[in-house]
C-alpha cells in the first residue's frame, strides 16, 4: 500500500502537481526523490487510524476485500487507543503517556481487553454508555454485512479466523459503518467537563500530538523535515461534514458515494 505525496519543489504541470507513492511505513517520516530529482523528507502527521483507513480504501479500490477489513478493522483498534488518551487527557487527571503505555503493553495484543478498557472508562469518564459498534448500530444506519444477526464483530471474526472471504459489498458496509462510527465519537462531547477547562476536541487534538511523538524517528532526526496532515478520504469528509468546506469542495460525503453498492 502506498501514499501519494505531493513534491513540493516541483511546479505545477497543467495545473497538477506532481505525486510520489512511498510505501506505508511505522515511521512517520517520509523521505522520496520525484522523477525530477528533488530529494524531499517530511513528516506525515495524520494519526495512524487515518492511514490504516486509507489503506482499506484502496485495497477495496484494488479488489483486495479481505485485506480491505483487515486494515478497516486495525482502523477501529488504533482509534480506541488513540481515543483513550483523550478521554483521559478530558478527565483532568495527571496523564503521563509513558504510565499509559505501560498499562497498554499489557493490552495491545488482546483486542478484547483494549475494548472492554475503552467502555469502562467511557463510562467512568461521562456516566453513560457508550455506543456500541454492533449489529444495533448498523441496522440504524441502514448498512447491512449480510452474515449472522448482520453482527460487525462476528464479521470481522470469520474474516480474520475463519478464512471468510468478503464481498465488494461487505467491505464497503463495514468500512461505511467504522467510518460512521468513528466520526460519531470524535465529534459526540463538545462541552467541557467542569473539572477540566479542555474540550473534547482539544483533548483529541492533543492526544493525536502525544501520539505522533511517539512514533519511531520522531524525535531524533535533524534538519527539522517539513510537517504535513496527509489529505486522507476521512479527514476529508470529516471536515466536510464539520462545516470546514463547502459541499463543492468534496465530491464524496461518506463511503459509499466513493464506492457504490453493487445490486
Known amino acids: 500500500m502506498k501514499l501519494y505525496i505531493e513534491c513540493f519543489h516541483c511546479a505545477p504541470v497543467d495545473g497538477k502537481i506532481q505525486k510520489v507513492g512511498v510505501e506505508m511505513q511505522e515511521s512517520a517520516l517520509y523521505e522520496f526523490t520525484c522523477s525530477s530529482g528533488h530529494e ?60 499509559f503505555q505501560e498499562i497498554w503493553k499489557r493490552l495491545e495484543k488482546q483486542s478484547e481487553r483494549q475494548l472492554g478498557a475503552f467502555w469502562m472508562l467511557y463510562y467512568g469518564i461521562f456516566g453513560k454508555l457508550p455506543l456500541f459498534f454492533d449489529n444495533k ?20 471474526n470469520i474474516v480474520t ?26 465529534t459526540l462531547h463538545k462541552k467541557p467537563l467542569r473539572q477540566n477547562s479542555f474540550t473534547f476536541y482539544q483533548s483529541l487534538s492533543t492526544a493525536q500530538h502525544i501520539m505522533f511523538f511517539r ?3 520522531v524525535a531524533y532526526v535533524p534538519g527539522a523535515p517539513s510537517r504535513w ?25 461518506n463511503l459509499i458515494d466513493k464506492f457504490p453498492l453493487q445490486s
Open 215 to 217: 512514533i519511531p524517528r
Open 40 to 99: 524531499s523528507k517530511i513528516y506525515i502527521t495524520n494519526p495512524k487510524y487515518d492511514i490504516l483507513f486509507e489503506a482499506g480504501l484502496q485495497a477495496i479500490s484494488e479488489g483486495y476485500y479481505r485485506e480491505a477489513v483487515f486494515n478497516f478493522s486495525a482502523s477501529l483498534e488504533r482509534f480506541y487507543e488513540y481515543y483513550m488518551v483523550a478521554l483521559m487527557l478530558y478527565s483532568g487527571n495527571n496523564y503521563k503517556d509513558e504510565d
Open 161 to 186: 479466523h475463519q478464512g471468510h472471504f468478503p464481498t465488494y459489498n461487505q467491505a464497503v458496509a463495514y468500512g461505511e459503518a467504522i467510518n460512521r462510527y468513528m466520526y460519531y465519537l470524535k
Open 229 to 253: 496532515s496527509f489529505p486522507t478520504f476521512i479527514n476529508d469528509i470529516w471536515a466536510t461534514h464539520e462545516g470546514d468546506y463547502s459541499e463543492e469542495y468534496f465530491v464524496y460525503k
Open 137 to 156: 448500530y448498523l441496522k440504524e444506519h441502514g448498512l447491512r454485512l449480510y452474515v449472522k444477526d448482520n453482527d460487525p464483530i462476528y464479521f470481522r
